[in-house]
């Protein structure tokens, strides 16, 4: 009896629950219109309050509120976007949730190659063509270097000649030294000396040009005591006649004065300095006493024609012509010892 209660009440709830679905549904139906038309008369009004304010608002406002409008776009498409992004699909969440309906889509990698052209392969005539003209490019290298180094040899060779010519040059003793100083310059410039071989040219050299400059120097101050020395000359004293052919036969013979000692002092001084000057450029040097005895009279001669009070006049002459006989001597076998190891 239980059973049956049962079965005969749920038919009538079942009853109920459609009826009350039903009522719902009609009033539903019936709100519709009046929520289209509601809809409608608001997007109206928005239309029409737009218009208003479009035509009485001036035309910066206008500008103002369309950028601004624009901007708020803008970023909320860009928000739309970045949450587009950051969300993940359901495909994806499908996927993840069941790993073994994931599919490896399979890519193929195509990768593409330039076009190389195809060389020809050479021939064993051309091969051996160019075999050929590399041999004669190495001889035609080896030439040139045999060339190169015969050159070199000969210009050596020649290099020592003029070497050996300037030494014997220098070795000579009847060449003087100012010839003694353009030889050793011009050894001092050849490129066929050693690092110690030029230095001891420039040693000889320095030694040249030292003496040379001595020897104007001391011609010089000869030249000037032998015009400071020069007596004053007497003139003849037989007197002119009328006739010509008494004068012609006066003049063939002159009658002077006779010089004092003083005079004739002087005037042998002076023949002597000259003598010496003259023989110093020849290298002929006077001798050591006659050479003091002068020197000594023509330093008392000076200092008698000078005022007491001013100190004794500096001749400029050597004592003695010992020390540049030597270093001629040093020039001189300096380069014959070069022409001994030269041998």
Not at 149 to 160: A, G, K, N, Y
Not at 254 to 276: D, F, H, V
Not at 317 to 326: D, H, N, V
């Amino acid at each position: 009896m239980s059973h049956d209660k049962s079965n005969h009440t749920e038919p009538e709830k079942t009853v109920d629950i459609e009826e009350t679905s039903t009522d719902q549904e009609q009033q539903s139906a019936k709100n519709k219109p009046k929520r289209f038309v509601r809809f409608w008369l608001f997007l109206l009004l928005i239309l029409c309050l737009g218009a208003a304010f479009f035509f009485y608002t001036p035309q910066e406002l206008k500008d103002k509120y369309l950028n601004l409008l624009t901007e708020t776009l803008s970023t909320k498409k860009v928000e739309q976007a970045d949450v587009t992004t950051n969300e993940p699909s359901l495909e994806l969440i499908e996927t993840l949730e069941t790993p073994s309906k994931v599919t490896v889509p399979k890519t193929t990698i195509v990768v593409e190659h330039p076009a190389v052209e195809k060389v020809p392969a050479a021939s064993s005539e051309e091969i051996s063509h160019v075999l050929h003209a590399m041999t004669s490019l190495q001889q035609e290298l080896e030439t040139l270097r045999q060339n190169q180094q015969s050159l070199q040899q000969v210009q050596q060779t020649v290099q020592t000649m003029q070497l050996r010519a300037r030494l014997n040059w220098i070795s000579n003793p009847s060449n003087h030294l100012p010839q003694l100083q353009l030889a050793w310059e011009e050894i001092t410039l050849m490129p066929v000396l050693s690092s110690d071989e030029r230095e001891q040219a420039q040693k000889m050299l320095v030694l040249a040009e030292k003496r040379v400059q001595d020897m104007q120097n001391w011609q010089q101050h000869l030249h000037n005591y032998s015009a400071l020395l020069k007596v004053t000359e007497h003139h003849n004293i037989i007197p002119k006649f009328e006739n010509r052919w008494l004068n012609w036969i006066a003049e063939q013979f002159s009658i002077r004065p006779s010089l004092n000692k003083e005079e004739a002092e002087r005037t042998y001084l002076r023949e002597q300095l000259m003598n010496i000057n003259h023989n110093i450029e020849l290298e002929q040097w006077p001798d050591a006493k006659l050479w003091l005895r002068l020197r000594a009279t023509l330093q008392l001669t000076l200092d008698k024609s000078a005022d007491t009070n001013k100190p004794a006049t500096e001749l400029g002459l050597p004592e003695s012509f010992k020390g540049i006989q030597a270093d001629i001597d040093a020039l001189r076998q300096s380069a014959a010892a070069w022409l001994e190891r030269l041998s």
